[in-house]
């Protein structure tokens, strides 16, 4: 592997023994590419937070992989966050990926928790007043769907790197431009920590299209246009999408880009084979 080359996998927490199976298939089938670290998300309001420590847990200490689990500031007060991190650190987990988190089901607009942790630059701080943690944070190329413009976006941005995170890991995106774009207003803004590019392969493209727009990612339409008419072709669709994230990485690579976040959706094949394409691979 280059020397210059940085991956990084997520996964997310599996509902049922089946699933379950099917994510340490996928451990153990990327960990020979030997990522930075890997993250283990957080339901979308914290909700499976047991799940996510169990599985940091087995990641650390049955594999080779440092374990890396999301931390929210959804539905906790300060001192609750800081004794789970407190137990993390303790078991020798030093990667967190810290974000605010997004509103609990039911609710449309975020509001802190009282006593708790505002924002994701407020965790930060106070995750690494307790300790010298190796932080991840978000960002986002298309603009936070909450925040009121791009400027303020990267002001937040800041304030995640200054109060200690030591990168940030974006919002999906399939718009290599757009990426360019934002690396550049940052760096203008002062913002120096890596901008890693967080990657997701397209396992289904219907699927993705709504999933895209909650998270305020464009889906552009010659992306559609690959796609179109093999709904019922999967073998095609998963050739032609590892086509399109191979694309897109090594553009990102000739501009500079040496370290890519994977999201993996738990499955390995596709991200195995753009890592693959990118230069990350297993020792003989």
């Known amino acids: 592997m280059s020397n210059d080359l940085q991956i990084s996998f997520e996964f997310f927490p599996p509902k049922d023994e089946a699933a379950e199976e099917k ?40 594999t080779t992989l440092t374990g890396a689990p999301h931390l929210t500031c959804v539905g906790s007060t300060k001192e609750e966050i800081l004794e789970i991190a407190q137990g993390y ?18 609710q449309d607009t975020y509001v802190p928790h009282p006593g708790g942790f505002a924002y994701a630059n407020d965790l930060v701080e106070g995750l690494m007043e307790l300790a010298d943690f190796d932080l991840s944070v978000a960002s986002y190329p298309e603009v936070h769907p909450e925040a009121p413009s791009a400027d303020f976006d990267l002001d937040v ?4 790197i200054d109060a200690g995170a030591k990168r940030s890991i974006t919002q999906f ?62 073998e095609t669709r998963q050739m032609i999408a590892a086509n399109v994230a191979i694309e897109q990485a090594q553009l990102l690579q ?31």
């Open 173 to 234: 995106f399939f718009d290599t431009e757009l990426f360019l774009r934002f690396r550049d207003a940052a760096a203008a803004k002062g913002i120096d920590a890596p901008l890693v590019p967080g990657i997701l392969p397209i396992t289904n493209f219907k699927s993705l299209k709504g999933f895209a727009g909650r998270c305020g990612a464009a889906v552009p339409e010659w992306l559609g246009q690959r796609f179109e008419g093999l709904d019922d072709d999967q």
């Open 89 to 106: 650190w303790d078991e020798g987990i030093t990667n967190i990926v810290a974000l605010r988190g997004d509103p609990p089901q039911g």
């Open 23 to 62: 994510l340490w298939q996928t451990v153990k089938r990327l960990e020979p590419l030997k990522p930075r670290f890997v993250s283990v998300t957080y339901g979308a309001d914290g909700s499976t937070r047991d799940r996510t420590h169990k599985i940091v847990q087995r990641i650390q200490n049955e």
């Open 254 to 284: 000739q501009e500079g880009v040496t370290e890519f976040h994977f999201y993996t959706l738990n499955r390995a094949e596709l991200s195995y084979a753009i890592c693959y394409a990118l230069g990350a691979r297993p020792a003989e």
């Open 157 to 160: 941005l800041k304030k995640k």
